[in-house]
């Protein structure tokens, strides 16, 4: 089946240590191991796949045992695999989880950053409905990507995450649908004095009225356990998280976010309120279980939750 969702970007070998508490500097604490694939377009492209997306990954690995681990993976998921092989280790995570559910991540990019434009296949762009970015590879990359998508007249979606330091603002003149977190956000509108207290004071009006001023067509920001503010030119939305949720661990719930979206948006033939519901549920189920990309609900689940709802 052709891919109508092709998803740019990085894959991580996940490594992660659960615990009670996170230590404290210089504290060394006894915890739970396990390792896994992960990485944000990695997890993002699983997640599409799940949801019922017809979906296609470029990345870049290195040659070793996690380079191999991944293209097994990533091949037994269905996806349509593009995955250049680099001098350079394959991504990895460390990830810490304490009892709460929380994290605290830190990432190599490894393989990630020499990902080229030379590596992702034109024609797999050109022939997408939708082309999925985040920031674990090369920002020129994901500019390149997104040049060839807005082309053809594919839809783009932009993860900003994780939020750089190099961040070009001119991507956004290609891009269709902006997908931040709050605190991604927040460093988005760059204000003196404008924090994620400040976002969380916002009127459902004067949140509208700041993604406004990005001047996308939509922006969809996700609220974590509060769920998701969706703002276009005609008006916003406010999606509340699913409740009665047992949450595990909330490692890559934002990617389950949007690869979601991203399935729903494929699925319903563009329909943003509908397509940011679908990646709502999405995520909802993506904690109730342990890791991140093998935490991806599969479609069935998702539309049972949404029924129940």
């Not at 003149?173 to 976002?199: C, Q, W």
């Amino acid at each position: 089946m052709k891919p109508s969702i092709v998803v740019v970007g990085s894959f991580n070998q996940d490594l992660t240590w659960s615990c009670a508490e996170f230590p404290s500097p210089g504290e060394t604490i006894v915890g739970r191991f396990q390792t896994g694939p992960g990485g944000k377009g990695s997890n993002q492209a699983v997640a599409a796949a799940r949801a019922g997306g017809a979906t296609a990954f470029v990345g870049a690995v290195g040659d070793d045992g996690f380079g191999r681990e991944a293209e097994a993976f990533l091949r037994a998921e269905g996806i349509d695999l593009h995955l250049a092989r680099k001098k350079l280790p394959t991504g990895n995570a460390a990830i810490l989880v304490n009892r709460r559910g929380e994290n605290q991540i830190v990432i190599a990019l490894g393989a990630n950053a020499a990902l080229a434009p030379r590596d992702v296949p034109a024609d797999l762009v050109r022939g997408a409905r939708v082309v999925v970015c985040q920031h674990e590879t090369s920002l020129t990359l994901n500019a390149h990507v997104f040049r060839t998508a807005r082309r053809a007249g594919v839809t783009t979606v932009l993860n900003p995450a994780p939020m750089r330091a190099d961040f070009d603002p001119r991507i956004l003149d290609y891009t269709d649908v902006l997908i931040p977190n709050e605190t991604e956000f927040v460093t988005l509108v760059n204000r003196r004095g404008f924090t994620e207290k400040s976002l969380r004071a916002l009127s459902p009006h004067d949140l509208h009225r700041l993604c406004r001023a990005f001047e996308l067509p939509t922006v969809i920001v996700t609220l974590g356990a509060r769920g998701c503010f969706v703002s276009q030119h005609r008006g916003h939305l406010f999606i509340p998280a699913h409740r009665g949720i047992k949450v595990v661990d909330t490692t890559g719930a934002g990617d389950a976010f949007v690869g979601g979206f991203a399935a729903g948006l494929a699925r319903y033939d563009g329909n943003i309120a509908t397509a940011a519901r679908y990646g709502n549920a999405t995520a909802a189920l993506s904690v109730t279980k342990f890791g991140t990309a093998p935490s991806m609900p599969a479609q069935r689940a998702i539309e049972k939750l949404l029924k129940q709802k």
